[in-house]
């Protein structure tokens, strides 16, 4: 099940693959993934996409996602599927805790709770279901809810019906 192909992309030992996904190796990782359990949606507060992935690319940052969806559908993987990304921070679900070692991160580039644009909106979708239907996750789940009080995305204009009916449905 690590190879799983779905529209022009797919994945590939643990890292996307196919028509406008980039790969930059974040220094912000470390240690594989216990068991993949569910996938986190978060918002990334940057002012653009390039901001964003510089400041990932930088180990002062102390933070990673796995993937990050620009405005314009484009897709930046930061980190292999089966190695722990720095997105979910102090964070529990369930008996979990440190959901780092439990989760793959995929933020939307998002600032301000600005709408989130169509493109971004089918690309979350597509990419959602490749890692949700790929490692067999149990839910869809935001920063949000793992983190309590400390984190507040997504915002709340985040299409959640739309987007677990997408990946999960």
Same mark, same amino acid.
Do not use: C
């Given at each position: 099940?690590?190879?799983?192909?779905?529209?022009s992309?797919?994945?590939?030992?643990?890292?996307?693959?196919?028509?406008?996904?980039?790969f930059?190796?974040?220094?912000n990782?470390r240690?594989?993934?216990?068991?993949?359990?569910y996938?986190?949606?978060?918002?990334?507060?940057? +002012?653009?996409? &390039?901001g964003?992935? /510089? =400041?990932?690319?930088? *180990?002062?940052?102390?933070?990673s996602?796995?993937?990050l969806?620009?405005?314009?559908?484009?897709?930046?993987q930061?980190?292999?599927?089966?190695?722990? +990304?720095?997105h &979910?921070?102090?964070? /529990? =679900?369930?008996?979990? *805790?440190?959901?780092?070692?439990?989760?793959?991160?995929?933020?939307m580039?998002?600032?301000?709770?600005?709408?989130?644009?169509?493109?971004?909106?089918?690309?979350?979708?597509?990419?959602?279901k490749l890692?949700?239907?790929?490692?067999?996750?149990?839910?869809?789940?935001g920063?949000?809810?793992?983190?309590?009080?400390?984190?507040t995305?997504?915002?709340n204009?985040?299409?959640?019906a739309?987007?677990?009916s997408?990946?999960?449905?």
């Amino acid at each position: 099940r690590v190879n799983q192909r779905l529209a022009s992309m797919e994945i590939v030992n643990h890292r996307l693959v196919g028509d406008g996904v980039k790969f930059l190796p974040s220094p912000n990782t470390r240690g594989l993934i216990r068991s993949m359990e569910y996938l986190i949606a978060h918002d990334d507060e940057g +002012a653009s996409m &390039a901001g964003t992935e /510089s =400041w990932l690319m930088q *180990s002062a940052s102390e933070v990673s996602y796995h993937v990050l969806i620009g405005k314009k559908g484009e897709v930046t993987q930061f980190v292999d599927f089966n190695k722990r +990304a720095y997105h &979910a921070g102090k964070s /529990s =679900w369930g008996s979990l *805790s440190d959901l780092n070692w439990y989760t793959i991160g995929v933020s939307m580039q998002n600032r301000n709770k600005e709408p989130y644009t169509e493109k971004q909106i089918e690309k979350f979708i597509q990419v959602g279901k490749l890692i949700y239907d790929t490692y067999s996750l149990k839910d869809i789940l935001g920063h949000r809810q793992i983190s309590p009080g400390r984190k507040t995305d997504p915002h709340n204009g985040f299409p959640w019906a739309r987007i677990k009916s997408g990946i999960q449905g």
